[in-house]
C-alpha cells in the first residue's frame, strides 16, 4: 500500500506548518527529504515567518499547495505535518467569525466550583473560576464569563473547520483522497471549567485526552467509534507500520493498525499509559523524581497514569498527593475518587500491578527513586485540608452546605480521620481540628500546617 500521510494537529505550537517526505512501502529513499516550516519564536530552531492574513487560513493554503505539488516531487508519496495554532493564546477569531456564537451560553461543567472531597490538594492551586451573580461563573479576578470564553474558543475552531474542509476537497481534487491517511487530533485536551480548571496537563479526560479521528476511504471503515484508547507513542510505531517502514531503534508504541481496520471487535487488552513530567525529558525527569529539581509544571506535580477498560489509576510521581481511581463508566468527568473505597480496593491493587508493568516495560529509569504512597490516614487528611482550603475567600453561607456535608460523611469515609469543630488547627494526638473560620481560612497555610505536623 502506497501509502500517504496528512497530520492534523490542533494547539501543538502557535501556528507550525511541518511538511515533507516520508519513506513507504514502495520505491523510496531511506533517508527522507523533509522540510520544517516554524512560525513560533519560542523555539530555539524558529525560522520566523510573517505573512498578511489570518494565519489559519495561510496555514490552509501551505498545506493544499504541498498536497497539489508544490515543494516536493509529485511522484513519491508524501508525509504532511500541519499544526493549527487557532486556539491557542490569544486566540483569535477570525474576522468573519467573531460574534456569530454571541447569542449562544454555555452549559456549566460539572464541579466546577467544587467541592472536591478525596481529590488532590494542588486543584485549589488550579482553581480559575468563580460563582457569578446570575447562576454562570466568571474567570477568576476579571469580568470574563464561562460562556464569552467558550464562545471565543469555539469562534477560532470555525477557521480549523473551514480549514479541514478544504484540505479533504484538495484530496479529492487531485485524485489522492483514497491512498491518503487523514488523521485529526491535538496534543492533549484542555479543561473550560472542569475540575474548576482552564489548563492542560492535569491527568483528567477534560485537560488530557486527545481527539483522534482517522479517515482513509476505502481502506477503512466510516462512522465508526472505538473504545480502546491509545497514546502518541504508539502513534509514531502505527505510521511505521503503516508505511511499511521497520523501527530504527526500540520504541515503546504499540501498532495499533488491527483497531482502525476493526474499530468495534478488535482485540485490544493493552493498558494505555500516559505521564505528566513537564517540559523534563530522559535523565533530567529521573532528577526530579529524585528531589533534584522541582517536579511539578503549571501547578500540578508530575504523575503517571494509566487507563484500562473503563477504569483509570493515577499516581503522583512526588508522593505529595494520594492516589486516584476512577470507574469512567459510571464517572465520565471523575468527580468521584475511589481509590479509598473499600469496594474498590481490589481493583485500585490490580491498576497499582498494570501501572508499574508498564511503567518498567517502557524503561522508566525513575522508577527506583519513587516515593512510598501516602499513608492512608496522612493521605485523606491531608486532601481534607488542601480541598476545602478552595472555600477560603467564598462566605460562610455559601459554603456551609459542603462544610455539613463533610463532617457529616468524612467520618464514614476516611478511615482514621475525625473532623470536629474547634476554635482553631489544633493537633491532638491523630487528630487535627478545625472550626468554622478555620475552614474559610484553610488553604496553603493550613496545608503546610498539617505537613509539618507529620513530620514530611
Not at 163 to 175: D, F
Not at 371 to 395: C, D, I, T, W, Y
Not at 434 to 444: P, T, V
Amino acid at each position: 500500500m502506497n501509502v500517504r500521510i496528512v497530520l492534523v494537529l490542533l494547539q501543538v505550537w502557535s501556528g507550525v506548518l511541518v511538511s515533507g517526505l516520508a519513506t513507504a512501502r514502495d520505491g523510496l529513499p531511506s533517508r527522507p527529504n523533509i522540510l520544517f516550516i516554524y512560525a513560533d519564536d519560542h523555539s530555539p530552531k524558529t525560522v520566523s515567518c510573517y505573512e498578511d492574513g489570518y494565519a489559519t487560513d495561510n496555514y490552509t493554503d501551505w498545506a493544499c499547495d504541498y498536497i497539489r505539488g508544490e515543494g516536493r516531487d509529485p511522484d513519491q508519496p508524501w508525509y504532511l505535518w500541519l499544526c493549527y495554532g487557532a486556539i491557542h493564546t490569544p486566540t483569535t477569531p477570525a474576522d468573519r467569525h467573531q460574534g456569530l456564537l454571541k447569542e449562544q451560553t454555555a452549559e456549566l461543567p460539572p464541579g466546577i466550583f467544587g467541592p472536591r472531597l478525596g481529590k488532590p490538594s494542588y486543584l485549589q492551586e488550579t482553581q480559575v473560576w468563580e460563582p457569578a451573580g446570575d447562576g454562570g461563573a466568571v474567570f477568576r479576578g476579571t469580568k470574563r464569563t464561562h460562556t464569552a470564553w467558550m464562545q471565543q474558543v469555539h469562534e477560532c475552531l470555525m477557521a480549523v473547520d473551514e480549514g479541514v474542509g478544504r484540505l479533504l476537497e484538495t484530496l479529492r481534487e487531485t485524485g489522492q483522497l483514497e491512498n491518503t491517511l487523514v488523521v485529526y487530533s491535538s496534543d492533549q485536551g484542555y479543561a473550560n471549567g472542569e475540575h474548576g480548571m482552564r489548563q492542560k496537563v492535569a491527568p483528567y479526560e477534560a485537560t488530557y485526552s486527545s481527539p483522534f479521528i482517522v479517515s482513509m476511504p476505502g481502506s477503512l471503515p466510516a462512522g465508526k467509534f472505538c473504545r480502546h484508547t491509545v497514546n502518541a507513542p504508539d502513534v509514531i510505531v502505527t505510521f511505521f507500520a503503516l508505511a511499511g517502514l521497520e523501527l530504527p531503534w526500540k520504541m515503546h508504541g504499540r501498532d495499533f493498525t488491527p483497531l482502525l481496520l476493526d474499530p468495534e471487535n478488535a482485540s485490544w487488552e493493552r493498558p494505555t499509559l500516559y505521564t505528566h513530567v513537564g517540559q523534563d525529558y530522559g535523565s533530567n525527569v529521573t532528577r526530579a523524581i529524585a528531589g533534584e529539581k522541582e517536579a511539578v509544571h503549571a501547578n500540578v506535580p508530575y504523575y503517571a497514569a494509566l487507563r484500562h477498560e473503563d477504569m483509570k489509576y493515577v499516581r503522583y510521581l512526588t508522593g505529595s498527593e494520594g492516589e486516584e481511581l476512577y470507574d469512567l463508566k459510571i464517572d465520565p468527568d471523575e468527580l468521584t475518587n475511589l481509590a479509598r473505597d473499600p469496594r474498590y480496593q481490589d481493583r485500585l491493587e490490580k491498576y497499582r500491578a498494570l501501572w508499574m508493568q508498564e511503567l518498567q516495560m517502557a524503561d522508566a529509569a525513575y522508577l527506583e527513586h519513587l516515593p512510598p504512597l501516602l499513608e492512608s490516614n496522612k493521605m485523606h487528611l491531608f486532601l481534607l485540608v488542601g480541598q476545602l482550603g478552595q472555600f477560603a475567600e467564598r462566605p460562610w453561607n455559601e459554603f456551609k452546605k459542603e462544610v455539613d456535608r463533610a463532617h457529616r460523611e468524612l467520618p464514614q469515609r476516611v478511615p482514621h480521620t475525625a473532623v470536629v469543630r474547634s476554635e482553631s488547627l489544633q493537633h491532638q494526638g491523630d487528630q487535627v481540628h478545625f472550626d468554622a473560620e478555620s475552614y474559610r481560612q484553610l488553604g496553603r497555610r493550613y496545608a503546610h500546617a498539617y505537613l509539618k505536623l507529620v513530620g514530611r
